[in-house]
């Protein structure tokens, strides 16, 4: 998995891409996920939030790259004021074809 940087400002854009390999015999789809967990939270929020997905079909043997980008505005709560807000801290970035975690990569990012 790469991301497009490990720090971002709440008004930047969080780019991730992986690769995806067909190591099958026949031609598929698969639907790459993107999740986020914020780790230090004020309040509860889900462990996986789905932010983004895509499709893609690939030939046998063929491989290719999936990049999803999302504002980091879309990794806003609402707090306790009940306001809706990006707070800095830590997140997980997770990719991959399920909300399983065998199924994800996972790394982190920073928002200051």
Do not use: H, W
Not at 10 to 24: E, F, R
Not at 46 to 60: A, D, N, S, V
């Amino acid at each position: 998995m790469k991301v497009s940087s490990r720090k971002l400002k709440a008004t930047d854009d969080l780019s991730v891409s992986v690769d995806v390999y067909n190591v099958g015999n026949y031609e598929g789809t698969e639907i790459v996920q993107l999740y986020i967990n914020d780790i230090f939270i004020s309040v509860t929020t889900p462990i996986k939030e789905l932010k983004g997905f895509k499709r893609i079909t690939l030939k046998p043997g063929e491989k290719n790259a999936v990049k999803i980008t999302i504002p980091a505005s879309s990794l806003s709560l609402v707090n306790r004021q009940c306001k809706s807000v990006v707070e800095p801290g830590e997140f997980e970035i997770m990719m991959g074809s399920s909300s399983r975690d065998k199924d994800l990569i996972k790394t982190t990012i920073e928002i200051v």
